[in-house]
Structures are given as C-alpha cells and as structure tokens.
C-alpha cells in the first residue's frame, strides 16, 4: 500500500520560510517522479514544484520560482519542498505526489498518488 505523508506546515509571517518534508512508503521511490501541489482556499489545486526520477531535472511554477526548492532523497525516500520568502498569496493546503512516469508532468490528474496534505498559512 502506497503512502505518502506530508509534513512541516503551519503558521509563518510574510517573509518566512518552512521546510516541507514528503516520506513515501510502499512504492519503488526512485523510480517515481515527486510533486508538490497546492490548493488555496475556494480555488483549484494547482502545481508548485516538481522533481524527475531519471534526471533528478526539477521543474517550478512562475510564481514560486526563486523562492521555493525540490529536493529528494532517495536513501530515505522523501521529498522536501523549501520555501523562502513566503507571502499571503502561498497559503494553501500543500500536497505531496507521485508519478511513475518516465517523463515529468505538471498536471495533476497524471499523478497516481497522493498525501492528506499539509495546511501552509502565510499572513501579513
């Protein structure tokens, strides 16, 4: 049984930074490509970050790049999500996925799994 679970979200100021940690269980981790998803209050979740299995490439939307870092560790089979310079607009419910795909996808119906999720909430 395939589980991810999401963890290191909560309360920071604008300007902050949190560390969101992803361990995986019951899959080939190294074989699967890992995202972060968000999904902000009464909107659609969207993507945020990503990393691919085969090139360890990693892949940002426009609005997190320069700020938010993808990083795995295989060893330990987890996936973090490091987030600078955080503002209001980044609150959301975080979300943790993975894809056995060989080629890296943004979208999030392509993902095979998923976490619970993490609550990030930025304020001013």
């Known amino acids: 049984q395939v589980q991810l679970v999401e963890s290191g979200g909560g309360l920071v100021q604008a300007g902050g930074s949190l560390r969101l940690s992803c361990a995986a269980s019951?899959?080939?981790?190294?074989?699967?490509?890992m995202g972060w998803f968000r999904q902000p209050p009464g909107k659609e979740r969207e993507f945020v970050a990503g990393?691919?299995?085969?090139?360890?490439?990693?892949y940002y939307a426009d609005s997190v790049k320069g700020r938010f870092t993808i990083s795995r560790d295989n060893a330990k089979s987890s996936v973090d999500l490091l987030m600078n310079g955080l503002k209001p607009e980044d609150t959301a419910v975080y979300y943790c996925?993975?894809?056995?795909?060989?080629?890296?996808?943004?979208?999030?119906?392509?993902?095979?799994?998923w976490g619970q999720g993490t609550q990030v909430t930025v304020s001013l």
């Open positions: 996925a993975a894809d056995n795909a060989l080629m890296m996808t943004t979208t999030a119906r392509s993902f095979d799994f």
């Open positions: 019951g899959l080939t981790f190294s074989r699967n490509n």
């Open positions: 990393i691919r299995w085969r090139t360890d490439s990693t």
